[in-house]
């Protein structure tokens, strides 16, 4: 196979048509093998995507949204900005991995929404966004972005975004390196829903009151929303546990302190490498020796079989309750 001709050094990884033209790059060059055509207009340089096998589908999916992202950008008039699921993805915020290749880019009134293969336009009220940059790119606030999704998200899946944004790291089982802040606070999400007349905003006010800022990864969310929906209490989420010396045993994903009950999720991540395999396996050996009940679920039990995760906790609940 010929090598392609080198373009000129000016030319970003993702570049306008015109520009390349403008450049001395002939139309053949612009249709040669290593580049794709993401959208009209526009030239990206072809990459190798991530190797499934070894990269979480999250991260695939987030990286692939930023590299779309940067190639609109090559296109995209100044007044435009991401918004919905392209700028949850770009905040790095958990979003089911259906969500489609599609880019959100909009506008505000009474411009026109762009139109083409590959993006998805949007005209938008003015009072209902905040628009901010990240990484050079323009962006919905994430306060704004997590309004946008208001007809976007299932119910769970839309407290689990308020719950990144929110989030607060404070667990003493850390590396000692400081926790990143917030992205927005709960006053700023409140603000959002009340900026104007949108759509989706039931289902905003409806999420508001059930998000939390204890909360460390969608899966976490979804299963205190799963217990609380079937009449349980709701648990504690990332909780701090101390055997009776005062020596920390672990942080525990989301616990009934009272009856030591302990909920664990077992993740992809807790099997990434040897070290952590043995972190959890120490951290879980910890906590039974000092008297916890463990109940460990995963992503099957929570997406396809909540029922399931419901009854391993009711069971442990009743015995610890029987115990007393």
């Not at 998805?120 to 050079?136: A, E, F, K, M, Y």
């Not at 989706?200 to 609380?228: K, N, Y």
Request: hydrophobic share 40%; glycine share 8%; charged share 25%.
């Amino acid at each position: 196979m010929r090598t392609p001709r080198p373009l000129p050094e000016q030319l970003p990884p993702a570049f306008r048509v015109g520009e390349a033209r403008r450049l001395g790059v002939g139309r053949s060059r612009l249709d040669g093998a290593d580049l794709e055509r993401p959208f009209t207009g526009v030239r990206m340089q072809r990459q190798t995507r991530l190797d499934p096998t070894l990269t979480p589908r999250a991260e695939a999916l987030r990286e692939e949204a930023i590299r779309r992202a940067n190639a609109y950008a090559a296109r995209m008039r100044p007044t435009e900005f991401f918004s919905h699921t392209t700028a949850a993805l770009l905040w790095g915020l958990p979003l089911p991995l259906l969500v489609d290749e599609l880019v959100d880019a909009s506008i505000c009134r009474p411009e026109r929404a762009s139109r083409g293969a590959g993006v998805r336009g949007r005209q938008i009220d003015p009072r209902l966004v905040r628009v901010t940059t990240r990484n050079s790119l323009r962006v919905t606030t994430p306060a704004s972005t997590w309004a946008c999704l208001g007809t976007v998200l299932s119910p769970y899946d839309l407290v689990a975004v308020g719950d990144a944004i929110v989030c607060v790291r404070a667990s003493s089982g850390g590396n000692g390196s400081p926790a990143p802040p917030p992205l927005a606070t709960l006053n700023q999400l409140r603000a959002a829903i009340d900026a104007g007349r949108r759509p989706g905003v039931g289902a905003l006010r409806d999420a508001f009151g059930r998000i939390r800022t204890g909360s460390w990864s969608r899966l976490e969310t979804w299963v205190r929303l799963i217990l609380i929906d079937a009449g349980l209490p709701e648990p504690v989420l990332n909780f701090d546990a101390y055997d009776t010396a005062g020596r920390f045993l672990g942080c525990i994903d989301l616990a009934y302190p009272d009856l030591k009950i302990a909920i664990e999720y077992e993740g992809d991540h807790h099997w990434m490498t040897a070290e952590q395999f043995q972190h959890d396996i120490d951290r879980l050996n910890r906590l039974v020796e000092a008297g916890w009940r463990i109940v460990r679920i995963t992503k099957g039990h929570v997406f396809t079989n909540p029922t399931e995760v419901v009854r391993r906790v009711s069971v442990a609940r009743a015995q610890r309750e029987t115990a007393r």
